[in-house]
């Protein structure tokens, strides 16, 4: 089996600063992308950022210059840092990684239980 953990979420003027980080764990032979994405109140899941293996980023428009999307391979672990929060990025926030099993072939989707990240104004 693999779990995703995050932390870091929290309450947060807007201007602030928050990290999210995502460790991933069981048996894991290799993770290609991974991402983050958010389930603002009362809409649906949207993309975050997202970064592959090889340390290539994509962000949403609304967090571009914003938000940065890093990852450690050897800690199979994945960081948001948000600077300049706003009220409208109050979400959930999931982790996401495709990852490749080692006792099976293919890869799999993963999904964290979620972290809550409120802005006030």
């Known amino acids: 089996q693999v779990q995703l953990v995050e932390s870091g979420g929290g309450l947060v003027q807007a201007g602030g600063s928050l990290r999210l980080s995502c460790a991933a764990s069981g048996s894991i032979f290799r993770i290609n992308a991974m991402g983050w994405y958010r389930r603002p109140p009362g809409k649906q899941r949207e993309l975050v950022a997202v970064i592959t293996s090889a340390g290539s980023p994509k962000y949403a428009d609304s967090v571009k210059g914003r938000f940065t999307i890093a990852r450690d391979n050897a800690k199979n672990t994945v960081y948001l840092q948000m600077n300049s929060l706003k009220p409208e990025d109050t979400a959930v926030y999931y982790c996401?990684?495709?990852?490749?099993?080692?006792?099976?072939?293919?890869?799999?989707?993963?999904w964290g239980q979620g972290t809550q990240v409120t802005v006030s104004s």
């Open positions: 996401n990684a495709g990852v490749i099993r080692i006792e099976i072939p293919g890869e799999y989707d993963y």
